[in-house]
């Protein structure tokens, strides 16, 4: 039987007490890795989930940065190397919110944040963390991307133009890094079902879930279960790519 255990890894994810970011690390600690807990200003409850993964018998801990700011990613890479947790993985899922509209009417501090979330985010990781990964030969980092970057909908133009300048640097990172044992990859979600969804009682979208190939649209947990993937072994030999976790609904081509 094939297993997926990252026990003796550490793994870092920004955004982790959100919705998806919840899933994904209590994934990666059921798999044995120690998680590290990223978070922008909500202490009470990054620290609430971090007793709550603390009881499935790994090591964590919550630490606070603006992931859009260099100073603030190497703050708290200070932080956590103090704490003797260096990561090994890096899953970058932070993203800011606002409000879509047409290109003519969306505010450029839009665009402004897009761009520091999606772009300088993996930047300010990389170059926080990725170094000492270098030193040991081996590392995973694993961006959330979304399927918009290929739908390109009226309204998405800041995400849109965010999450595509993500790609091209997670791409040329992925050649730069490979040589050292490191893989770069995106996971790129659809309109993903979460606890909010399953509280609301509005999982299903018959519209929508009609125009998707496997008429239904998928979960958190199933976006998690792609990370965990490519932050194992099994993906030893897969980088620098775009991976859709979104039933088909779009399709890369060669």
């Known amino acids: 039987m094939i297993t997926i255990d990252l026990t003796g890894k550490t793994a870092l994810i920004t955004g982790a007490s959100g919705q998806l970011g919840r899933v994904m690390a209590r994934t990666l600690a059921r798999a044995g890795a120690d998680v590290i807990l990223h978070y922008h200003s909500n202490r009470e409850n990054a620290e609430r989930f971090a007793g709550e993964i603390q009881k499935l018998g790994v090591k964590t801990m919550a630490v606070s940065a603006d992931v859009g700011n260099t100073e603030s990613v190497f703050a708290m890479r200070d932080k956590i190397v103090k704490a003797g947790m260096t990561p090994d993985i890096i899953v970058d899922n932070a993203v800011v919110q ?40 081996w590392g995973r980092m694993i961006g959330i991307n979304t399927e918009c970057s290929m739908q390109c909908f009226p309204g998405q133009s800041a995400y849109v133009a965010g999450k595509r300048g993500m790609d091209g640097v997670m791409r040329v990172l992925a050649k ?7 893989t770069v990859n995106q996971v790129a979600p659809g309109w993903t079902i979460s606890d909010r969804d399953r509280e609301n009682h509005t999982e299903v979208s018959p519209e929508t879930d009609a125009r998707i190939p496997l008429r239904r649209r998928g979960t958190d947990q199933e976006v998690a279960n792609a990370v965990l993937f490519l932050a194992s072994d099994l993906a030893d030999y897969i980088t620098g790519t775009y991976l859709p976790v979104c039933g ?7």
């Open 176 to 182: 730069e890094v490979g040589p050292y044992g490191i």
């Open 248 to 254: 088909g609904n779009v399709m890369p081509t060669i």
């Open 98 to 137: 606002y409000d879509w509209t047409d290109v003519l009417s969306q505010a450029i501090e839009d665009y402004e944040s897009q761009f520091k979330s999606c772009v300088m985010q993996n930047v300010n990781m990389a170059k926080a963390f990725l170094p000492a990964m270098k030193e040991k030969g």
